[in-house]
T-cell receptor, first 115, second 113 residues
């Protein structure tokens, strides 16, 4: 399978616990994005990487959130001290920066439930 | 604030009919426009991309873009029950470099057999 993969696919945690999600992009893609989607809403941008550099973070990304892409390949998104409002689908997407027709492809998502 | 607006639906059409999905956006500098299909509980899947004014056809799907009116649409011909899903309109709000997308809330389409 050469698509974007995410792990885990589902995560249930208790409020206050830390969670970490992993994303493996399509192998030749140099851009990687994290989005969050709640029920009835479209995905909302969280952050994005060009190779290993994190170039933008949304205001949605509070201090409890951190993302890394240490070698420009896979990425991790960590949420510390989870809150019930963090419950959502966390989507990873990747793309190749070939303008103007750059297209983002999404992974299957990680569904987080904070109890 | 840059916004993408879609009718939330649900839009219900009979099998074999044409489904028309509409999207408006607020940022005039937007350059790239995308339609994603999302089945319940699944992640978005790219259906169409369009960058120039006019129509772009791919099989049963046609995307239409009018930058002057800040309007993009998706037509699905010969609709099938398997087309039943939420359709998300996404826009690159900054033009030139597609480094993040702004999505609408999506339109739920139901195709009735």
């Amino acid at each position: 399978d050469t698509g974007v993969s995410q792990d885990p696919r589902h995560k249930i945690t208790k409020r206050g616990q830390n969670v970490t999600f992993r994303c493996d992009p399509i192998s030749e893609h140099n851009r990687l994005y994290w989005y969050r989607q709640t029920l009835g809403q479209g995905p909302e941008f969280l952050t994005y990487f060009q190779n290993e550099a994190q170039l933008e973070k949304s205001r949605l990304l509070s201090d409890r959130f951190s993302a890394e892409r240490p070698k420009g390949s896979f990425s991790t998104l960590e949420i510390q001290r989870t809150e019930q409002g963090d419950s959502a689908m966390y989507l990873c997407a990747s793309s190749l920066d070939v303008l103007p027709q750059e297209t983002q492809y999404f992974g299957p998502g990680t569904r987080l439930l904070v109890l | 604030q840059k916004e993408v607006e879609q009718n939330s639906g649900p839009l219900s059409v009979p099998e074999g009919a044409i489904a028309s999905l509409n999207c408006t956006y607020s940022d005039r500098v937007s350059q790239s426009f995308f339609w994603y299909r999302q089945y319940s509980g699944k992640s978005p899947e790219l259906i169409m991309s369009i960058y120039s004014n006019g129509d772009k056809e791919d099989g049963r799907f046609t995307a239409q873009l009018n930058k002057a009116s800040q309007y993009v649409s998706l037509l699905i011909r010969d609709s099938q029950p398997s087309d039943s899903a939420t359709y998300l309109c996404a826009v690159n709000p900054f033009g030139g470099s597609n480094y993040k997308l702004t999505f609408g809330k999506g339109t739920l389409l139901t195709v009735n057999p």
